[in-house]
């Protein structure tokens, strides 16, 4: 039995020795030998995890993904059994995004080492991923239970907890991290991101101020990710030229889409008046109509304008700016070598753009022109809001289009509005977007109230009957969404809510993009019925003549 067990140590450090041939191969440039070598080594000892991670990279690094796909999955077809390989496959699993094939792996790993910290780590933070925040928070409590002084499973209970929207729980998770590993610069990006998103600005900079100092040389993606939530914070609490400097880290971090590469092309704010620039849109809609507030300044500097949009406000867009070229936006890019002919000297994303034309805040209109919406689906809009009496027509919405538990923290429901929809000085009209018909339907079963919709509008496809609609109105009330942003940029009047010191508020207490809109700044754990009746008694006032007040 003992020269069995020295046969498997033997061939076990024959095949280390053979790895770091393959690894000097690797270096040496010889790399389909290095491949070939690191297979050998694979198929004599199919769980010698360092050999396989070598090949899925190698095959990666060729763009040969399908390949490294069929080589994970013919490894992992095997029944090996021990805890370290199929932690290892998935890991693997995970970074192709296979979260599904990767959860099950992670768990046979976890039947053999219930108590293994690294392990409840990972998979916590796999089921975090996937939306799973309780089994996520209790498989990293019992991590910390098997040791207390994991920096890394407080960290990641900290993210797990700020994504359910607990922060005073994940404060003080993310503290705990600190005080054991003071050194980690992913806990202090976490805990920055926390405080930007909970309004607090100048300790987000702190924090990440901090990180970017702990980051080593070769931690690009972190570096990207700083510099991306600093340029946030900056902006939040009024800094403009230095967070418009940082705000192209957007796009290196992962964080605003799409990415469209354009090597030497971008604009960097030099003279236009001899160039075409082509400007694409980027993120949501709501971020196509803020940025859009600076295609006023951008006609007027350019030999010509291109506008890439999206392709539900194409027309609005052409009607705005009669002499620039609108088509819908595209993911073509000369960096992917899919553009075809150049059709411009220059090019930026739209946030890259007010970048460059809104470094300060008189660089912002207090009278600006606005988006112009269809004539005759505005006199169709007026046709019918006349039908419905002379009251004023306040266009209503209560919630983002996107729901999960932090921006849920920020808005509200229809019930929380009962003494505004109950005033009979008004008629309620709908812009909520995504899809609202069970909500308006309980709100006139059970609550008695009516928001009228206009009929046969699609508030989520058919923007220009939205735009129209929006036009019509005497005002809006809403949360800062979609609807009240399309609002702004049409120069409706309105009343909205939106978390303090919001970045795009850029350290003002109303937004600069919007002038007709007033701002209702609000705070984690907000008072909605307070929140409400103040609206509900500043919206009396302003549609009477008075001045809106908002204050408390």
């Not at 030999?303 to 088509?327: F, G, L, N, Q, S």
């Not at 949360?479 to 609002?487: K, L, Y």
Request: hydrophobic share 45%.
């Amino acid at each position: 039995m003992a020269s069995l067990n020295s046969r498997k140590r033997v061939d076990r450090d024959a095949l280390d020795r053979k790895f770091q041939q393959g690894l000097r191969l690797e270096e040496a440039g010889r790399l389909d030998e290095a491949e070939s070598r690191f297979r050998k080594i694979l198929r004599a000892d199919p769980t010698h995890t360092q050999a396989l991670t070598k090949i899925i990279a190698m095959l990666q690094a060729a763009d040969r993904t399908a390949d490294a796909l069929g080589e994970l999955d013919e490894v992992a077809r095997a029944e090996h059994g021990t805890a370290t390989h199929y932690m290892t496959l998935a890991r693997l699993y995970s970074d192709f995004n296979n979260l599904e094939r990767a959860e099950a792996l992670y768990e046979e790993a976890l039947r053999l080492l219930p108590d293994h910290e690294p392990l409840l780590v990972n998979l916590g933070n796999l089921l975090a991923r996937r939306g799973e925040r309780q089994r996520a928070a209790d498989l990293l409590a019992h991590a910390i239970e098997v040791n207390p002084g994991s920096g890394l499973a407080y960290n990641s209970l900290g993210r797990v907890l700020a994504e359910a929207g607990m922060f005073e729980e994940a404060y003080a998770a993310y503290q705990q991290a600190i005080g054991i590993a003071p050194m980690a610069p992913e806990t202090h990006i976490n805990l920055g991101s926390l405080y930007l998103v909970s309004c607090k600005p100048a300790l987000a900079i702190q924090e990440l101020r901090t990180a970017l100092n702990l980051i080593l040389p070769h931690q690009d993606n972190l570096r990207d990710a700083i510099c991306w939530n600093l340029a946030l914070a900056l902006l939040a609490a009024g800094h403009l030229e230095q967070g418009w400097d940082l705000y192209g880290f957007g796009f290196a971090s992962g964080e605003r889409k799409p990415l469209r590469p354009f090597p030497d092309l971008i604009w960097e704010g030099e003279d236009l008046s001899d160039k075409t620039i082509m400007v694409w849109r980027e993120q949501g809609l709501g971020d196509d109509f803020r940025f859009s507030t600076c295609y006023h300044d951008l006609v007027g500097m350019a030999k010509h304008v291109i506008i890439e949009c999206d392709p539900r406000i194409v027309a609005m867009y052409k009607r705005t700016w009669p002499t620039a070229t609108v088509r819908p936006s595209t993911n073509l890019a000369t960096g992917f070598d899919n553009y075809g002919e150049l059709d411009f000297d220059v090019t930026a994303p739209t946030g890259i753009m007010a970048a460059q034309l809104r470094r300060r805040l008189d660089q912002f209109s207090a009278d600006p022109s606005y988006l112009v919406a269809c004539p005759e689906r505005r006199a169709a809009s007026r046709q019918w809001l006349d039908s419905l009496g002379r009251k004023p027509k306040i266009g209503f919405a209560w919630r983002s289009g996107i729901k999960d538990p932090v921006r849920e923290i920020w808005t509200t429901a229809i019930a929380d509005w009962l003494p505004l929809l109950r005033d009979e000085a008004f008629d309620i009209i709908n812009l909520q977007y995504a899809d609202p018909r069970e909500e308006l339907d309980m709100a006139a079963r059970d609550l008695g109230v009516t928001i009228h919709e206009m009929p046969g509008l699609d508030t989520h496809a058919d923007l220009e009957g939205v735009g129209a609609l929006t036009s019509e109105l005497d005002f809006i009330i809403a949360p800062w969404n979609a609807a009240s942003e399309f609002a702004g940029a049409l120069g409706t009047k309105g009343i909205i809510y939106a978390p303090a010191a919001h970045p795009n508020l850029l350290g003002q207490p109303d937004f600069p993009w919007y002038p007709t809109l007033k701002v209702m700044q609000i705070q984690p754990g907000f008072d909605r019925a307070d929140l409400c009746a103040r609206i509900h008694a500043a919206t009396r006032a302003q549609l009477a003549g008075a001045p809106a007040t908002l204050s408390a």
